[in-house]
């Protein structure tokens, strides 16, 4: 069947039970929440089994376009992948993240952009950055009827202002910064907070703290859930941070699938016989 196929037939199925953000939240300090990334249908399609929450996150500029940061990435460039990804969801819930410069002008920038996502993706939710400074748009997009997961800590569209990827919770002053970031975003009413490179102690107080679900990335075990960038965990990547664990080395399985099919073509071995259409009435 192909994967054309796969997935009209994946969509027109409807008795599947959607995840909600209600579903989310009551988690909390249960069963581990999975979420990893996905920027197009294909993919989505093959996590849409084995995950809760599936992120169509910036990483995007990074992961599939080459750009160095996340900064480049437009919110066009969001809608585009969220709608791919949108034909291969079934059951996971889908967040969809405000790119850089989307929404930090004011809560009615930010309205307008996530509008736009929902209505155009059929996204569940939209994903934003920034804790206690975005504490008015949080609130003024969840009493909207706009769900948000949260996003602290590390924040790759920082990296301009804070000078890099650095871990945050070393002082008491990061800590502190942290702490007024989660309550201020619980606070306005997100449902779930995305703790990106933060360390443990303060993850695990935090995860504690706060009544919402907490999603680890670098952020210990003690998070309520967990999120990869995909294809850092299925090693594509030569290069991740430490945080990343690499379920698979699918740079190495397509290198030697590429390398293979060069020798074939080179060789006249591919196309063979079977592989050929001979214009008899067979084929
Ligand atoms: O853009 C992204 O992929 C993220 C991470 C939390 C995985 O924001």
Known sequence: MSSQS?????????????????????????EPIVCLTAYTANMAEILDPHVDVLLVGDSVGTVLHGHDSTIPVTLDAMIFHAQSVRRGVRKALMVVDLPFGSYEASPQQAYANAARVLKETGADAVKLEGGATQR?????????????????GLRPQAVRETGGYRIVGKTEEECDALRADADAVTKAGAFA??????????????????????????????CDGQILV????????????KFVRR??????????????????????????????????NGD
């Not at 008795?15 to 009551?26: A, E, G, L, P, Y």
């Not at 003024?140 to 997961?149: A, C, D, S, Y």
């Not at 399985?253 to 016989?273: C, E, L, N, Q, W």
């Open 6 to 30: 796969t997935l009209s037939q994946a969509s027109s199925i409807t008795h599947t039970r959607k995840t909600t953000t209600t579903h989310i939240r009551s988690r909390k300090g249960a």
């Open 136 to 152: 008015e748009t949080i609130r003024f997009l969840v009493e909207r009827g706009v769900p948000v997961m949260g996003h602290i």
């Open 193 to 222: 907070l995305v703790l990106e490179g933060v360390v443990e102690p303060i993850a695990r107080e935090l995860t504690g703290r706060i009544d919402i679900p907490t999603i680890g990335i670098g952020g210990s075990p003690a």
């Open 230 to 241: 995909t294809e850092d965990l299925l090693g594509m990547f030569e290069r991740t941070p």
């Open 247 to 280: 379920f698979a080395n699918l740079r190495e399985t397509i290198d030697t699938a590429i390398s293979d099919y060069a020798k074939a073509v080179r060789g006249r071995t591919f196309p063979d016989h079977d592989e050929t259409y001979g214009g008899g």
